[in-house]
Structure formats: C-alpha cells, structure tokens
C-alpha cells in the first residue's frame, strides 16, 4: 500500500521561506512522478509542481514559478517544496501525489495516492 506523509508546513511571515517534505512508501518511488497541489478555503486544489521519476524534468504553475523548486531524493523516497518569496495568496493545505507514470500531469486525476496534506500560513 502506498502512504505519502508530509511535513515541514507552518506559519511564516510574508517574505520568508519554508520547505516542504512529502516520505513515501509503499511503491518503487524512482519509477513515478510527484507533485504537490494545495487547497485554498472554499476554493479547487490546483497544481503547484511536478517532477519526474529522474528527477530531470520539472513543471510549475505560473504562480509560483522563480519562487518555489520542486526537487527529490530517490535514495531517501522523499520529494521536497522549497518555497521563497511566501505571498499571503499562497495559504492553504498543500498535499503531495503521486503519478500514474514516470512523467507528471498538472491536473488531480494525473495522480493515484494523496498525502494527508500538511497546512501553510502565509501571514502579511
């Protein structure tokens, strides 16, 4: 069975960083992709980065593009958020996935196992 546990979350001043960790088990974690999404109140999940298997390939949303790096550790099953520049906008639930393949999708159904999702606080 696969489980995906993140971590790193909190409360952060505008401006700062925090780097968020998502640990995996259950599946050969190099042959898949990850991303992270993450769920604002009352509002859809949407994409924020994605990475392949490799680790070669990465896709972001516009949003966070030059602010966030999406990175992975296969040794370790475990794939990372750094996330600089935090804007108020950016608060919400942020969850961990993985891909159906070694290459990843920036919408939901591209991903088979969630996280629990892990909170982010953005205060201005």
């Known amino acids: 069975q696969v489980r995906l546990v993140e971590s790193g979350g909190g409360l952060v001043q505008a401006g700062g960083s925090l780097r968020l960790s998502c640990a995996a088990s259950?599946?050969?974690?190099?042959?898949?992709?990850m991303g992270w999404f993450r769920q604002a109140p009352g509002k859809e999940r949407d994409f924020v980065a994605t990475?392949?298997?490799?680790?070669?390939?990465?896709y972001y949303a516009d949003s966070v593009k030059g602010r966030f790096t999406i990175s992975r550790d296969n040794a370790k099953n475990t794939v990372y958020l750094q996330m600089n520049s935090l804007k108020s906008e950016d608060t919400a639930v942020y969850y961990c996935?993985?891909?159906?393949?070694?290459?990843?999708?920036?919408?939901?159904?591209?991903?088979?196992?969630w996280g629990q999702g892990t909170q982010v606080t953005v205060s201005s």
């Open positions: 996935a993985t891909g159906r393949g070694p290459y990843g999708s920036k919408s939901t159904p591209g991903y088979d196992y």
């Open positions: 990475i392949s298997g490799g680790g070669r390939v990465t």
């Open positions: 259950g599946r050969t974690f190099s042959s898949y992709a």
